[in-house]
């Protein structure tokens, strides 16, 4: 799959995504609405009904237009005269029980002649009252001197979502829509990313297997040639290069093979106790040929004074020798490596500095990854499949230590490898 048909499908995926969730919202509210506005209109027709038989049981003249609703879930009701709380509270549960308001309630009573709230009472929808929550009711006075009532429906937006049963569960179902929608856009993508990957690597193989096969093909062919016997010198020279491609050959099959340790759970390590300043000095040993043919140097700064732990020999030189492969490979000019040991707490650290071209900070958390390279197009300038860094960081903490980077892009990397002692 092309790069644009991904960037294409990413587009219809965002905006399928973004168009189904503002429907959803769109109608989950308009119905949330129409619900409230049923509600409100059952509790007004309810309330209108306890003033009017309030009116008709003391004989007075009702309000033009008693009900007031001072919030979404707070209603008043103006009355002519002082209110009989035993006749309010039955008229209340009846007319709201019949106009299906299942939801508790509180209400208070004002008198002006005290100008306070001089009853207040919570409901609960089965009926039974909670003098300990009506204490704890309060409700807003207004600025009258009528006598009045106000009703307050904690439970309001309780009940109208509980009428939307069907929206409810449709917006689930939506958002299992879109979750797994994004999950599939996911795996896509990292699929792509997998492939260009693999793609990446297949051609970095290729090419490092091809040239020193190429290389040792020709130097053949030139030894076949009986009169090269009397050249001792030019014999010598095909010689060594058959040797020289042969053991690079051999380093490449070592890397693929430190990936397939990589694979499994158990890495089999064999730790001992070993001395880590003797291990770098075979690690620069093993580095000296390829550092002499690029006119570099290194220098070891050995702080350390406890230097020995508890590792494995051979995974830990080969930790070292990978940061000193980079740091002569990745350098385009002559390296200039400079090693350290200090002791830390309860360990020791190891940095390694060099001269090379740097890491920019977009790739720094990225080049622990298996595989992973900084794109340099088709151009294979420097050697490598994107293994040892990933090897050095998998080895670094099966040894229960911590390997970070300090780069800047064109100004050099530090690498710091800390190991405890135990």
């Not at 879930?73 to 005269?81: K, L």
């Not at 297949?202 to 490092?208: D, S, W």
């Not at 080049?367 to 960081?393: A, C, P, Q, W």
């Amino acid at each position: 799959m092309n790069r644009k048909t991904i960037r294409l499908i990413v587009v219809l995926a965002t905006v399928s995504i973004i168009g189904i969730t503002s429907t959803q919202v769109y109608w989950v509210k308009r119905a949330f609405d129409i619900h409230e506005n049923e509600f409100n209109f059952n509790v007004t027709t309810a309330l209108k009904r306890v003033a009017q038989r309030l009116c008709d049981c003391e004989n007075l003249a009702g309000a033009q237009d008693p009900i007031e609703q001072m919030s979404s879930n707070y209603f008043t009701v103006m009355v002519n005269d002082m209110i009989n709380p035993t006749m309010l509270d039955l008229y209340l549960r009846e007319e709201l029980n019949r106009r299906n308001v299942q939801s508790d309630f509180e209400y208070g009573i004002y008198d002006c002649s005290s100008e306070d709230m001089i009853y207040t009472r919570y409901v609960e929808f089965d009926g039974k009252a909670d003098p300990e929550m009506a204490a704890a009711a309060t409700f807003p006075e207004l600025q009258r001197d009528d006598y009045y009532f106000g009703v307050y429906f904690p439970g309001k937006d309780s009940q109208v979502l509980a009428e939307m049963g069907i929206w409810i569960f449709s917006s689930f179902a939506t958002l299992v829509v879109i979750i797994f929608f994004g999950y599939t856009l996911f795996v896509i993508l990292k699929q792509k990313r997998l492939s260009e990957i693999q793609t990446d690597f297949i051609n970095n193989m290729t090419h490092e297997f091809k040239t020193p096969i190429s290389t040792i093909s020709i130097s053949s062919e030139v030894l076949k040639d009986p009169s090269i016997i009397n050249t001792p010198e030019r014999l010598l020279n095909y010689a060594t290069i058959i040797q020289n491609e042969s053991n690079r050959l051999s380093n490449q099959v070592e890397r693929v093979l430190q990936m397939a340790t990589l694979e499994k759970e158990d890495l089999g390590l064999k730790k001992e106790t070993v001395d880590l300043h003797e291990l770098v000095s075979r690690a620069i040993e093993a580095v000296k040929i390829s550092l002499k043919e690029r006119k570099g140097e290194i220098s070891c700064t050995l702080k350390a004074t406890k230097s020995e732990i508890v590792a494995d020999k051979l995974h830990l030189t080969n930790i070292i020798f990978n940061l000193l492969d980079n740091a002569i490979k990745y350098c385009q000019q002559s390296p200039a490596i400079n090693l350290i040991t200090t002791n830390k707490a309860n360990g020791i650290e190891l940095c390694i500095a060099d001269n090379g071209i740097g890491i920019a900070s977009g790739h720094q958390k990225r080049i622990f990854e298996r595989f992973f390279r900084v794109s340099t197009g088709n151009v294979h300038d420097v050697k490598g499949f994107g293994l040892g860094l990933n090897y050095v960081n998998v080895i670094t903490q099966a040894h229960d230590g911590e390997v970070s980077v300090e780069s800047n892009l064109g100004q050099g990397s530090k690498f710091r490898i800390y190991l405890p002692f135990k």
